[in-house]
């Protein structure tokens, strides 16, 4: 339930805070701040610019591959900011470029990924993009392989449940990720020993071109959850503050010890699967076309504005220095060298190359 | 207590080695966590964990759900956090539902993240033939993954090195699939010293010396190779007799000493032929060697076919056909 606290949008800081605005009394939710709230809109306006200047380097012929997010905007970054940041641990997949940004990831880490640079932190150029390797910041190795995270996620569940240490994951997927047995082997795992693990499936109802229909024969991914003994729970995942609200709760469960949670945030896929897919071939322009009526961002801003917490004015600053970002972003991951030759035999051991 | 035991025995099994090692290593490190389908109160079906869930609990003796994917994929995700993961796939014939998680996971997972993540994790998994186990207990399946950077590949010929390179496996800083061969588990007793040693992962061990011909094998085929030298040693063939113990990275060094010092070779794996293992050893002969080679490589191993359930000792290589093999290429 939301509280009713009050909030000095005056006192905010001075990065996010709007120009004289008066004092009021607004309702927000449990757990988010004026400030925070604002901080949240910000990441998805980036990951947005990020998203596209991805596919307009891609269409420029100047990187091989780009996959966006765009349309799953509100549930990654409302899930990343119900965690603790610095102390839980994501286990994402491919689509999950806000959750990163909202997680730590910088726009120029972001750039030199999709460059594939060698200074690319997250797999200095060896990975696609959007794979991310951040342990610094909690962000675990993805694999382009449905599912099979699924199962590290519960492992690293269970160390930190050994070690008694009070760390939640969060182990997002599609919805085609539920028909893997790996998925269902993870989580059976993880409800056997009630681990402190978050699923979040991010339905955005097509995997490449098949639709949920061919998927499942069920309406709902969280429906499954009641195989394997834990709440499932689903949430309007293009809605911000509704899903944050679900993964918090979620995320209490797993840290007081009551083990799962399967949220299932019905999203939806704006763009193609990836740049080397149209979605032309498998669904009209019309439902293309209508998705857009539930794009994330332009709903949220609504929200923050209803409520006086933005006005157009920092939505249009807010705006340009996220492009700003982006656009240095680019120009200096651009500049930055690719991997040499030498570079291809590290790390195959911890001891270095094979022969 | 355990280890009190052990330091009682001069000659132990593979089974006591195997298990010696275990508990010496969840003694010293707390990190060390052991995984698998009916290790705990069962000990395992072939006993290498029975008693170990009284001494360490069920937090660090785990009893999985039958799910080998889930087994190979949690186990990941703790060596992932930082744990050292030791996992039992019942049988290696099992293997393969978890098999991806083993070569696009656990392999790959240090390359792909430039050396952020590590895996040190050991799949330990029983192999082989020649127990009347049929299709899917009796195979041995080394080259799928040794054909995958990333993994190393461990295969034990006798209890002494099944302890030492059990533990120079789980304090490895990469995923180790280690491969026990079954049909030694109890037939077969060696001096185990009590007390932590390890046997280092990359070094072959010469297990007979000679100077004719060279037979390399590694696993439950040493005593078959042991067997078949005896045989030649009567007609005054002396054949030295290398036992590889790992696969993967493989001792490139004694190879070559023992190549340059009898010119034949003979390579006897268990495998189907085709794509085998012994097939990577002859070509890296044929590549770095040929000068000293007096004959042909020739390869013994079993046929291109699934493993036989009657058939068994027919598909299995035995010590008359390594003889056969040996005098075609010291008659070449």
């Not at chain 1, 070690?163 to 994951?169: G, H």
């Not at chain 2, 040190?120 to 127990?131: K, T």
């Not at chain 2, 290398?242 to 070779?265: C, F, M, N, S």
């Amino acid at each position: 339930m939301p509280a009713l606290e009050e909030e000095s949008l005056a006192n905010a800081s001075n990065d996010l805070s709007m120009k004289s605005e008066p004092k009021i009394r607004v309702s927000l939710p449990e757990g988010l701040s004026a400030e925070t709230l604002r901080e949240m809109y910000g990441r998805m306006v980036l990951t947005r610019l990020c998203d596209d200047r991805a596919f307009a380097l891609n269409r420029q012929g100047k990187i091989p591959f780009a996959a966006t997010c765009q349309g799953h905007e509100a549930a990654q970054v409302a899930a990343a900011y119900a965690l603790k940041r610095g102390t839980d641990w994501v286990v994402p997949y491919y689509r999950d470029t806000a959750l990163a940004l909202a997680y730590g990831v910088t726009p120029r880490e972001q750039l030199m990924c999709l460059f594939a640079r060698k200074d690319d932190i997250f797999s200095s150029g060896r990975q696609f993009p959007n794979h991310y390797s951040v342990p610094d910041r909690k962000i675990a190795s993805i694999s382009s392989i449905i599912a099979a995270h699924v199962t590290h996620g519960v492992g690293m569940a269970l160390a930190f449940a050994m070690r008694k240490e009070p760390i939640v994951t969060l182990i997002t997927f599609g919805e085609g990720s539920t028909s893997e047995g790996e998925w269902h082997e993870a989580m059976n795992f993880a409800g056997i020993h009630q681990l402190p693990v978050v699923f979040m499936c991010e339905n955005n109802e097509f995997a490449i071109s098949v639709p949920q229909k061919l998927q499942m024969a069920v309406a709902n991914v969280a429906d499954r959850a009641a195989a394997y003994g834990f709440p499932g729970v689903i949430c309007d995942g293009t809605d911000v503050v509704a899903t944050y609200s679900v993964v918090r709760e979620a995320v209490e469960r797993a840290r007081s010890g009551d083990g799962p949670t399967l949220v299932e945030a019905k999203v939806y896929r704006a763009m193609s699967h990836t740049s080397d897919d149209n979605q032309l071939t498998y669904r009209t322009q019309d439902e293309v076309d209508a998705l857009k009526a539930r794009d994330p961002i332009p709903r949220f801003e609504a929200w923050l504005k209803d409520r006086g917490l933005l006005d157009d004015a920092t939505i249009k600053q807010m705006k340009q220095q996220a492009q700003a970002e982006v656009d240095e972003a680019t120009d200096w991951a651009e500049a930055q060298p690719p991997p040499t030759e030498a570079d291809l035999y590290t790390h195959v051991y911890a001891s270095g190359p094979l022969s | 207590m355990a280890t009190a035991q052990v330091a009682k025995q001069t000659q132990s099994t593979m089974v006591q080695a195997l298990q010696s090692a275990l508990v010496e290593e969840m003694d010293r490190d707390k990190d060390v966590v052991i995984l698998g389908e009916d290790i705990g109160v069962r000990g395992g079906v072939f006993l290498i964990t029975e008693g170990l869930v009284d001494k360490f609990g069920t937090d660090r003796v785990i009893d999985t759900p039958l799910a080998e994917a889930g087994i190979i994929g949690a186990a990941v995700g703790m060596a992932l956090y930082g744990l050292r993961p030791v996992a039992e796939i019942q049988f290696i014939d099992f293997i393969f539902p978890g098999f991806d998680l083993l070569v696009t996971e656990a392999a790959k997972i240090r390359y792909r993240s430039a050396g952020q993540f590590g895996v040190p994790m050991v799949i330990r998994s029983p192999y082989g033939g020649g127990v009347r186990g049929g299709s899917y207990h009796s195979q041995s399946p080394e080259a799928y993954f040794v054909a995958t950077p990333g993994l190393k590949v461990v295969v034990p010929s006798n209890p002494y090195d099944a302890k030492g390179l059990l533990i120079a496996s789980i304090r490895d800083p990469d995923p180790v699939v280690f491969m026990e061969p079954k049909k030694i588990y109890r037939s077969v007793k060696s001096d185990v010293p009590a007390g932590t040693y390890e046997v280092p992962l990359g070094k072959a061990a010469v297990v007979r010396e000679g100077k004719h011909a060279s037979l390399i094998t590694f696993g439950a085929m040493v005593p078959v190779a042991l067997e078949a030298a005896d045989i030649m040693n009567k007609d005054g063939v002396e054949v030295e007799v290398v036992d590889l113990r790992t696969l993967q990275p493989y001792d490139t060094e004694a190879i070559l000493q023992t190549v340059g010092k009898t010119g034949h070779v003979v390579l006897l794996q268990e495998a189907p032929q085709i794509g085998g293992y012994s097939g990577e050893i002859a070509a890296f002969i044929a590549e770095n060697a040929i000068e000293y080679l007096e004959g042909p490589i020739v390869r013994v191993g079993g046929w291109d076919t699934a493993f036989p359930y009657a058939l068994e000792k027919a598909y299995m290589p035995n010590p008359n056909r390594v003889v056969r093999a040996l005098k075609k290429t010291l008659n070449f």
